[in-house]
């Protein structure tokens, strides 16, 4: 499975992007998809998570600023975000949690990221 993202970039504080993720290749089944964020130097965290059946989960600092969705039909996951602000830069990877066959458990796979730079 190949996770390709796409729509960082730079914006100013109070602006808007959007992400996108699109999966590809052979699976038997995706669960959850989601982002999370990287700042160097710093943890991985968790921004938003979404089921196959619209069930989401948000870090606090994404909560009413940052909206996640999924079109399982194309089996792509997006992350709107809003109110952009300075600490919000990061680069921000997408998630799937597959099950490749039949008979495998759950693992994630990863996209490569995607840098989004919020000037103050």
């Known amino acids: 499975v190949q996770l390709q993202a796409s729509g960082g970039g730079l914006v100013q504080a109070g602006g808007s992007l959007r992400l996108s993720c699109a999966a590809s290749?052979?699976?038997?089944?995706?669960?959850?998809m989601g982002w999370y964020r990287q700042v160097p130097g710093k943890q991985r965290e968790m921004v938003a998570s979404?089921?196959?059946?619209?069930?989401?989960n948000s870090a606090d600092s994404a909560k009413d600023r940052f909206t996640i969705s999924r079109d399982n039909a194309k089996i792509t996951v997006y992350l709107q975000m809003n109110s952009l602000k300075p600490e919000d830069t990061a680069v921000y990877y997408c998630?799937?949690?597959?099950?490749?066959?039949?008979?495998?458990?759950?693992?994630?796979?990863w996209g490569r990221g995607t840098l989004v730079t919020v000037s103050s």
């Open positions: 998630y799937a949690d597959v099950r490749d066959t039949m008979l495998s458990r759950f693992r994630d796979y």
């Open positions: 290749g052979t699976f038997f089944r995706i669960n959850d």
């Open positions: 979404i089921s196959p059946l619209g069930t989401t």
